[in-house]
């Protein structure tokens, strides 16, 4: 980032590689019927480049892997752990950290101690599992996200910003019915298009809800991102550094989420972070019972050393200007080839609005997921729809099924895994599916799970 030059470099060397297959078209083609059409259900052996999800599947780097052989393995009050909760009281100031395994185990957990039936949770999006486990306590999930954050064409700078206003009618509503038990706000805004939250709609939204007496929690999992957007594009922030900067965003909340997997680049871990005591009782019950005691919560030893070691490299802010900047070259090169995306280009990932691009193709029949399947069949590329076929809902009252607002399909970038060939790559296939995109159809749900159907259920082509 001091360099005169305008070629933005990896900021670390490989000591390790990892040989990744090539398939035939006819290969893939029966790995597809075999898996009912859901990418889910593919062997990662079988896909040449994966961009399912940025989730658990960065590099260590090798002073974590040099972490892992110090992870100390004591049942109860393991050093690492220590190490861990240092790391993130060192970036939130948070009185209480359990770790858990992973981010929807703090989800879950913190969901039995303030969820149940007739209880409200807000947040700009819930990300899926996070509405899940919202729902599975029968409580509400609301979703209050700016409108700018729902049009994929609007560059607007934080497009997962709290819509303030429906914020505070909300919780005018239900003020004095004990109803509404928490307000999230994800950073970055996954469901939304990875897109940032300002600093200040973070502040403002932290006001509203002391007003009305309601614990304001971070879903943290890209909160490094989500600061370096903040440094580039808020007013204010181009001489603070990134942890500063990181520092006075968990300020403004009471307590956090975090999947490990993201933002603290391992490939297992989580926890749960707040300030209220009473809040921890419950926890820590929740916790023992169902993870682990305390201070391991379902990980070992060194999968929180590595976790530690993790939270100080991501701050680093060449890591994030490689990361954001190689997100970045993937939409450019979408966008200058006249492929419809969530702009701006978020933090983790692209995503492809398969709407716009697929318009002869009906929200209920998935066209999101019709191209998800066509880049795999063409070049062995795995991404992921987030749509109608992820978010499937119905009517509770009619039964008939309920359009998501967007049908977009995610290229997740995996972190310091993938170089810039294989990008180019994924471009030229993605190039070749546009080309010969009205011939691609629409699929349709031949069986599926009551919860989070995308992960398995069976689809058939129209
Ligand atoms: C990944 C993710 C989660 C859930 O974390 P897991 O580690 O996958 O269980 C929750 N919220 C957001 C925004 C996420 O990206």
């Not at 972490?67 to 393995?73: L, N, P, V, Y």
């Not at 970038?413 to 080309?435: G, L």
Request: hydrophobic residues 40%; charged residues 25%.
């Amino acid at each position: 980032m001091h360099s005169k030059f305008k070629t933005i470099i990896e900021p670390f060397r490989i000591k390790m590689v990892e040989p990744i297959k090539m398939t035939t078209l006819s290969e893939r083609k029966k790995y597809l019927e075999e898996a009912a059409y859901n990418l889910f259900q593919i062997r990662a052996e079988n896909i040449l480049i994966d961009l399912l999800t940025d989730s658990g599947t960065g590099a260590m780097s090798a002073a974590q892997w040099g972490k892992m052989m110090e992870g100390d393995e004591s049942y109860a009050g393991c050093k690492s752990f220590y190490d861990m909760k240092d790391a993130v009281v060192d970036l939130t100031g948070y009185k209480h950290v359990f770790p858990t395994h992973q981010g929807r185990a703090a989800e879950r957990i913190l969901f039995s101690c303030i969820g149940g039936e007739g209880k409200i949770i807000l947040n700009n999006t819930h990300f899926d599992t996070t509405r899940a486990n919202v729902e599975y306590t029968k409580a509400e999930a609301i979703d209050l996200v700016i409108d700018e954050g729902r049009d994929p064409s609007s560059l607007h700078p934080f497009k997962g910003n709290m819509d303030l206003v429906k914020l505070e009618n909300t919780l005018k509503q239900y003020a004095g019915s004990d109803r509404v038990q928490m307000c999230m706000m994800t950073i970055t805004n996954n469901s939304g298009g990875g897109q940032p939250v300002s600093m200040q709609n973070i502040r403002e939204t932290k006001a509203i809800c002391q007003k009305y007496k309601i614990p304001f929690f971070l879903d943290a999992c890209r909160f490094a991102e989500n600061a370096y957007f903040i440094k580039q594009r808020e007013d204010g922030f181009k001489n603070k550094a990134i942890k500063q900067i990181v520092q006075e965003m968990f300020s403004y909340a009471d307590g956090c989420t975090m999947s490990a997997k993201k933002d603290a680049i391992v490939n297992m871990g989580g926890f749960l972070a707040f300030n209220d005591d009473n809040l921890a009782i419950g926890v820590q019950n929740m916790l023992i019972l169902t993870e682990g005691f305390s201070t391991y919560g379902g990980l070992s030893g060194r999968d929180l050393a590595a976790l530690a070691q993790g939270l100080k490299e991501v701050v680093d802010e060449d890591y994030l200007e490689y990361r954001i900047v190689s997100t970045q070259y993937l939409g450019n090169a979408l966008i200058e080839m006249g492929v419809p995306v969530v702009r701006p280009i978020g933090g983790h990932a692209v995503y492809i609005d398969a709407k716009a691009m697929l318009p002869h193709i009906s929200a209920l029949q998935y066209p999101g997921q019709a191209l998800a399947c066509a880049l795999y069949l063409e070049g062995g590329i795995r991404s992921v729809e987030i749509g109608s076929f992820m978010f499937g809902s119905y009517d509770k009252k009619t039964g008939a099924e309920i359009p998501s607002k967007m049908e977009l399909v995610r290229l997740a970038i995996p972190r310091r895994v993938y170089t810039q060939s294989h990008i180019d790559f994924v471009i030229e296939v993605i190039a070749e599916v546009n080309k010969n995109k009205n011939a691609l159809r629409g699929y349709k749900v031949v069986e599926q799970p009551p919860f989070l159907r995308h992960f398995s259920a069976k689809l058939k082509k129209l």
